[in-house]
């Protein structure tokens, strides 16, 4: 049972657009959730956050929306550039356990000039 | 300073038998995660461990699979009787005292059960 999702295993964007990488998660319980970057050959490097009492939040270029009455999140990246190319994966904690976190099978996001 | 650091880093195996993959994490950082993710996956928690707590073993897939950590550093994890299915990539993270955003990703060991 995946309980996190992310539909879309692939986005190709121009750059300077909006990137847009969404999630749709089923837990209830989840309260935190995350936004991983990988690039090849490396391991997933924490992007951007979101707690479940907040609706956005931002960090520069990068800005995750939650809906907690639809169960989904999105990532938006504003505007697009060719080093963004990279696999994103959306992440959940639930908080009846803090320490763990369940990853979504990410999104491979492709800049091109 | 040094990241987490994972060997080897391609693995490839024969059906049935044993591997040891290595995760050094990040000096001081006290819990250690490892991850797993198979072709077209997520990333799947595996083990946890944290401090000198009982490690969390809940995402283990089968007792052909174990981990330990020795002196709260160096951490090995251990598949027995490779089956073709353990194919994956082995991602092992660590943090200081388990923030979920603060975990630390090594590169991974890719591991091919022929």
């Known amino acids: 049972d995946q309980q996190v999702k992310q539909n879309s295993p692939s986005l190709s964007v121009q750059e300077g657009r909006i990137s847009i990488l969404n999630c749709d998660y089923t837990n209830s319980m989840f309260d935190y959730f995350l936004w991983y970057k990988k690039y090849p050959a490396e391991g997933p490097t924490f992007l951007i956050s979101?707690?479940?009492?907040?609706d956005k939040n931002e960090d520069g270029r990068f800005t995750v929306f939650l809906n907690k009455s639809a169960k989904h999140l999105s990532l938006h990246i504003v505007p697009s550039q060719p080093g963004d190319s990279a696999v994103y994966f959306c992440?959940?904690?639930?908080?009846?356990?803090?320490?763990?976190?369940?990853f979504g099978t990410g999104t491979r996001l492709q800049v091109f000039p | 300073g040094a990241g987490v650091s994972q060997s080897p880093s391609n693995k490839v195996t024969e059906k049935g038998k044993d591997v040891e993959l290595r995760c050094d994490p990040i000096?001081?950082?006290?819990?250690l995660y490892w991850y797993r993710q198979s072709l077209g996956q997520g990333l799947e928690f595996l083990i946890y461990f944290q401090g000198n707590s009982a490690p969390d073993k809940s995402g283990l897939p089968s007792d052909r699979f174990s981990a330990e950590r020795t002196g709260g550093s160096v951490s090995t994890l251990t598949i027995q009787r490779t089956q073709q299915e353990d194919s994956a990539v082995y991602l092992c993270?660590?943090?200081?005292?388990?923030?979920?955003?603060?975990?630390?990703f090594g590169p991974g060991t890719r591991l091919l059960v022929l």
């Open positions: 993270a660590s943090s200081y005292w388990g923030g979920v955003e603060t975990q630390y």
């Open positions: 992440a959940a904690r639930s908080r009846r356990n803090t320490d763990k976190l369940i």
């Open positions: 979101i707690s479940s009492i907040k």
């Open positions: 000096s001081g950082h006290t819990a």
